[in-house]
């Protein structure tokens, strides 16, 4: 019997699914898409504007209740440098941060582009409060690659 470990298992994914994106979900896509807007959604409870919208607040436990347009400058609250390239995704090196946008009280996940992410530059040109801007792209499809962001 072989008595040598096994640390490691190679596996291979590929699928396509359909994502369900729900009637809250929907609706903040399709007017991305269209109106190039950014919504969120009010808890009426808290007041807090909960982007990406949802359609319950997770922390009072009722049903938000109102769409609210955020701004377009916002704050890096975390984010990382990627320097693997992946099947799918952008060619590394890439950066993708929560940003808390004016107007928010809950961060979104997105690319920050147009800037050097080679490592011996992230320290200065990216930190948590760096400010930024969102960018629409011209071409939408309501998808989260219909924006991205970059340093204000
Ligand atoms: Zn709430």
């Known amino acids: 019997m072989n008595q040598e470990s096994l ?6 994914w590929d699928i ?15 007017v991305l898409r269209d109106e190039g807007k950014i919504l969120g959604r009010r808890c009426p409870v808290c007041e807090r504007v909960l982007l990406p919208p949802r359609s319950f607040c997770d922390r009072d436990f009722v049903d938000t209740t109102d769409w609210v347009e955020v701004g377009t400058m916002g704050r890096v609250e975390a984010f990382t440098v990627v320097f693997q390239t992946f099947r799918g995704l952008p060619e590394a090196p890439y950066c993708i941060a929560y940003v808390l946008l004016d107007g928010a009280d809950t961060a979104i996940l997105n690319y920050i582009k147009g800037v050097d992410w080679a490592p011996e530059n992230v320290p200065q040109n990216m930190s948590i409060g760096t400010r ?21």
Do not use: I, P
């Open 16 to 30: 396509t699914y359909n994502h369900v994106l729900g009637e809250t979900g929907s609706h903040f896509y399709t």
């Open 7 to 12: 640390t490691t298992l190679q596996e291979h």
């Open 132 to 152: 930024v801007e969102l960018v629409l792209s011209e071409e939408r499809e309501g998808k989260m690659t219909d924006f991205w962001f970059e340093k204000a």
